[in-house]
């Protein structure tokens, strides 16, 4: 990992391209919580009913965690909100993540409305999961790093 994104706040990591919520194919697969204490929680419930909450604490080779985003509103994308009232609140950060569920073959999606204050938990959590992404493509990581060493 580069020291450049350690060192960033996660908000202000920037993901080229976009991921889309949810799964194309079946509705229902996007899941909201209104706090990362309530996404932490072990009873909170994601779109699939028996699943409980494993996707905050899971086995990792069945529900594989493979993009993350945190995202900040823009106060330009409410101009039209704010001249209608002027009392509007713009949307707090949203963390959002998605994973595949990968023995049902599941595209899923969560979105966890987060605060700055949250950011060393998701950290912790989010740095746990890339070591199991890292492990999973080590055998091919390892030649590239020795190739970039060449």
């Known amino acids: 990992m580069s020291t450049e994104t350690t060192t960033k706040h996660l908000w202000e990591i920037d993901h080229p391209y976009y991921c889309s919520e949810g799964n194309f194919y079946k509705a229902g697969m996007h899941s909201i919580f209104e706090s990362w204490a309530e ?17 905050y604490d899971f086995d990792e080779d069945l529900n594989l965690l493979w993009r993350w985003d945190w995202k900040r509103a823009d106060p330009s994308d409410y101009e039209y909100e704010i001249e209608a009232d002027p009392d509007f609140e713009i949307p707090g950060d949203t ?22 204050a ?12 890339a070591l199991h992404m890292r492990r999973l493509w080590a055998p091919l990581l390892d030649v590239v790093a020795t190739e970039a060493a060449a």
């Open 39 to 55: 996404f932490a929680e072990p009873s909170s419930q994601t779109p699939i009913e028996d699943l409980g909450n494993l996707l």
């Open 95 to 116: 963390l959002q993540l998605f994973f595949m569920l990968q023995r049902k073959a599941y595209n899923i999606s969560v979105e966890v409305a987060v605060t700055e």
């Open 118 to 129: 949250d950011e060393p938990a998701v950290r912790e959590w989010l740095e746990a999961k």
